[in-house]
T-cell receptor
Framework: NAGVTQTPKFQVLKTGQSMTLQCAQD?????MSWYRQDPGMGLRLIHY???????DQGEVPNGYNVSRSTTEDFPLRLLSAAPSQTSVYFC???????????????FGPGTRLTVL | EDQVTQSPEALRLQEGESSSLNCSYT??????LFWYRQDPGKGPEFLFT???AGEEKEKERLKATLTKKESFLHITAPKPEDSATYLC????????????FGKGTRLHILP
């Protein structure tokens, strides 16, 4: 099992450019999510998905777009990059809550994005 | 408003010096509370999930406890390899999709 993989590891963009952060998991998890982590802010949920074809907004969705065409992949698109989107982005996945119990959430290694 | 607060922000301990990290929460209804460990440059790594007041879980030198308003992560006789940022998060009742993270406690164990 590769677990949760993210590409690229590092990226520098200019303001206004668009790009896609890739996330894939090989554990057949239904739930996938994207977080951003900023100094002093903790992890904040951007978008999440509970299965192929189903996505929803988290706490800070503006400026980001997602889709879930397969169980394995959950790409995050930056439509027009802004300096405020400079951050570390983490993708995570888990099984859905079963019998009232959460399942362990696995995180990817992160993508460090700088927007100039 | 749902909120998770961790304290202290940073903690330096000597090797072998036991201590506790705090996670206090204000949520509409607690579904579960999580502890993660995060090493520099890496993604968070799951440690524990707690569901109800009075529950305790242990893993090596770590023990997590839960009350109705807060959770503690007790570290007994820590070693330098326990140095990391420890994150607390809560799941909200009736919102299986909503998990709120605290800002974390940076723990540094001096040899």
């Amino acid at each position: 099992n590769a677990g949760v993989t993210q590409t690229p590891k590092f990226q520098v963009l200019k303001t206004g450019q668009s790009m896609t952060l890739q996330c894939a998991q090989d554990m057949n998890h239904e739930y996938m999510s994207w977080y951003r982590q900023d100094p002093g802010m903790g992890l904040r949920l951007i978008h999440y998905s509970v299965g192929a074809g189903i996505t929803d907004q988290g706490e800070v969705p503006n400026g980001y777009n997602v889709s879930r065409s397969t169980t394995e992949d959950f790409p995050l698109r930056l439509l027009s990059a802004a300096p405020s989107q400079t951050s570390v982005y983490f993708c995570a996945s888990s099984y859905l809550v079963t019998s009232g119990a959460y399942n362990e959430q696995f995180f990817g290694p992160g993508t460090r994005l700088t927007v100039l | 408003e749902d909120q998770v607060t961790q304290s202290p922000e940073a903690l330096r301990l000597q090797e072998g010096e036991s201590s506790s990290l705090n996670c206090s929460y204000t949520v509409s209804g607690l579904r579960g509370l999580f502890w993660y460990r995060q090493d520099p440059g890496k993604g968070p790594e799951f440690l524990f999930t707690l569901y109800s007041a009075g529950e305790e879980k242990e893993k090596e030198r770590l023990k997590a406890t839960l009350t109705k308003k807060e959770s503690f992560l007790h570290i007994t006789a820590p070693k330098p390899e326990d140095s990391a940022t420890y994150l607390c998060a809560v799941g909200i009742r009736n919102r299986d999709d909503k998990i709120i993270f605290g800002k974390g406690t940076r723990l540094h164990i001096l040899p």
